[in-house]
């Protein structure tokens, strides 16, 4: 059975982690991101959660640790000068091993920046943010369906593979109210936690200090295998008239909603263009733009930051085709005809 | 043959790691007594802090959670709403409940979270070598005090049980000392009385126990309980501050 309903992203969101079986919600307020924590408090108090509103970002997501390591599945919402709070709780998080899901909903920055949307968090959210290495699963819904269905795949990602797994999103696709389709039977089962605390099963240690340098190093060694599992199983991308693209430009989140307009006015033009859309941002789908840079005379990376996802395309296809950025910052959006502008001279480029 | 004592089977066997004459160890010892007369082990819980007390989670036999410098009322606040059943604790030196964890600890006590906190206060930050605490004193002489803690320029001590106390949320709070057999005696009811209130989830409870540290303060062991005593209980009285 299945239920059509008309929601806004960030409530999407919250209504997919209550599905997912989350009972536990740690926040404090800021906008974009502000729907999602009022839905959980509205909501979770209704049916034996709990909802709590933090004294700060940091302790929301030690909460969100201490939760996670006592087996529930938690989850923490904010925007990007709060996601700057809560990497330390990331590293930590990572450290141990712990399960989360994290939602991102990104606007303008650096410093206190705008509320409008942006992508400028790419960097932090794909390559670290916090201390020593570690990685996160980045999902990039574009439309509200998938914020829910994200959502649902990240607390079972999480668990699998025992890490982060972020939401980035951002401004628009969390204000913005579209018709979602509701499946039944979405909600997965709690894997068994065999390393949880507090339930008279031995003693049980989470933990992320080493004093021998060799353990330290083992620990990471065999987190970076779980890793390398993630990077072969779990790279999605999504394609728009990929397959015969000379001109391929890459964009995620709303901006390859904003994309898809360009691509099907250059193409009403005569020139080849398609969109490849990372739909992990990490990890990236590198496999997908090699293929793609064999028919693709250049690309075009489209983002709403100053040139952040444009490096991983330089890297995945190897720097063997040019790659121009198209950006907009601190909170405007790209308008097609920028992305159509990009892509005609992506083509010119091509030419030389 | 009769056995007179008996180490508390809620402390592992592994060797403290603490220096000689540092009261950190019958803190512990007292803690896990507790425990172990609660009855409550194996549904505990403790939180370590960034301290010296860092390696808790080997010293006693319950589930531990290493938490960030800080952190640990927050981190508490997370496994106790995870599992309200579970007995939590936080065991926190002054730097990290006090400086860097003020935050978290105001608010855990606002919120009538209902976790015990066992505070252990040594007017320093003995883990990286001496420098000066939100709790060192007037005039004290500090790696980063080198010409005694001057209030004009590093301001005043924090005495946390008194700033607890003006909270709703805060249940129970007590400052006691291990200095002698009496105080620590005293010291261990404290702490019994804080976890049995948790038990019947009254709200926050908090025991500021007063410690000593050898080693960064200069003085051997006899002359560190003597300097507990004389200038320390002065600065922060022992008592109930709310009950
Ligand atoms: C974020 C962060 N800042 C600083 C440190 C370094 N650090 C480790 S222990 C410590 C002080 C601990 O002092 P206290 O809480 O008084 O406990 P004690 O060692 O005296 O028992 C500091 C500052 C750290 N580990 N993490
Ligand atoms: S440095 Fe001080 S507080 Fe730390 S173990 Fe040694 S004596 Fe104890």
Sequence with gaps: MSKRILIKGNEAIAEAAIASGCRHFFGYPITPQNELAAHMSRRLPKIGGCYLQAESEVAAINMVYGASAAGVRCMTSSSSPGISLKTEGLSYLAGCDLPAVVINVQRGGPGLGSIQPSQADYFQAVKGGGHGDYRMIVLAPNSVQEMYSHTCKAFDLADQYRLTVMILTDGFLGQMMEPMTVESGQLTVDSEKDWAVGGKRGKRIVNSLFLKPADLEKSNLERFERYKLVEESEPLHEGYMLDDAEIVVAAYGATSRITRNAIDEARSQGVKAGLLRPVTVWPFPKKAFAKAAEHARAFVSAEMSMGQMIEDVELAIRCRRPVLLCSRVGGMAPEPKQIFDAILQADKEAAR | ?243
């Excluded at chain 2, 604790?89 to 964890?101: M, N, P, R």
């Excluded at chain 2, 249940?171 to 049995?196: G, H, L, P, Q, T």
């Design chain 2, 1 to 243: 043959m009769t056995t007179v004592f008996e180490k508390t089977p809620m402390l592992t066997d592994t060797v403290l790691h603490y220096c000689p004459g540092c009261t950190h160890g019958v803190i512990h010892r007292l803690v896990a007594e507790v425990l172990e007369e609660l009855n409550v082990g194996e549904r505990t819980v403790g939180i370590a802090p960034v301290g010296c007390s860092v390696m808790a989670y080997n010293y006693f036999n319950c589930d531990f959670v290493q938490a960030a410098h800080g952190r640990a009322p927050a981190v508490a606040t997370g496994v106790k709403r995870a599992n309200p059943d579970s007995v939590v604790f936080t065991y926190q030196g002054d730097g990290d409940l006090a400086a860097i964890g003020t935050a978290e600890t105001v608010h855990a006590a606002a919120r009538g979270e209902n976790i015990t906190a066992i505070f252990v206060n040594n007017t320093i930050y003995g883990m990286t070598g001496g420098q000066m605490a939100p709790t060192t004193m007037p005039g004290q002489i500090t790696q980063t005090s080198p010409y005694g803690r001057d209030i004009k320029a590093a301001g005043y001590p924090i005495r946390v049980c008194e700033m607890l106390a003006t909270l709703d949320g805060t249940a129970y709070c007590e400052r006691v000392a291990v200095d002698c057999v009496k105080n620590v005696r005293a010291a261990k009811k404290a702490i019994k009385k804080a976890f049995e209130m948790q038990l019947a989830g009254k709200g926050f409870t908090l025991v500021e126990v007063l410690s000593t540290c050898p080693t960064n303060w200069g003085l051997n062991p006899v002359e560190s309980l003597g300097w507990l005593r004389e200038k320390m209980m002065p600065y922060y009285p022992l008592g109930v501050y709310k009950e």
